[in-house]
C-alpha cells in the first residue's frame, strides 16, 4: 500500500492518463488501508473515479449515482481536507458534471484535480 500522498499523486496520474478505474484501485486500496477518520473521504475519491469510468462507457444511470455519492461522501471534509485534498473543488466538479450529463464532456474534463494548487 502507498502513503497517502503517493496514493493522490497516482491516482491523479491515472486519471490524468484517462484511466479512471485504474485509479479507482489506488484510491480503494487507500480507502481500504486508512483509519476511519478518512475512510468516507477515500470511499468518496474512489467513488469518483468510479462514476467517472461509468461515464465514459455511456452508463449515465451509474455515472449520477456514483458521482452523487462521491460529492455526498467527501463534502464534509470541506473545512478540514487531509492531504491537501481539493474537496471543495472536487464536490463542485462532481455536481456540476452531474447537471450536464448526457451533453458532449471534453476528456480533459474528466480529469478533476484531486489536490489543492500549491
Known amino acids: 500500500m502507498l502513503p497517502p500522498g503517493e496514493s493522490l499523486r497516482e ?7 484517462g484511466r479512471p478505474f485504474h485509479a479507482h484501485e489506488v484510491l480503494e486500496t ?7 477518520d478518512n475512510r468516507e473521504l477515500w470511499k468518496g475519491l474512489a ?10 462507457r455511456g452508463n449515465t444511470v451509474g455515472a449520477v449515482r456514483l458521482l452523487t455519492r462521491a460529492a455526498d461522501r ?3 471534509y470541506a473545512e478540514a481536507a487531509p492531504h491537501d485534498v481539493a474537496v471543495t473543488d472536487l464536490t463542485a466538479w462532481a455536481r456540476t458534471l452531474i447537471a450536464h450529463i448526457g451533453e458532449p464532456v471534453a476528456e480533459s474534463e474528466l480529469a478533476p484535480r484531486l489536490r489543492k494548487a500549491i
Open 30 to 36: 487507500a480507502w481500504k488501508a486508512c483509519d476511519d
Open 74 to 76: 467527501i463534502e464534509p
Open 47 to 56: 467513488q469518483l473515479a468510479v462514476g467517472i469510468t461509468h461515464l465514459r
Open 11 to 17: 491516482a491523479q496520474r491515472l486519471l490524468d492518463a
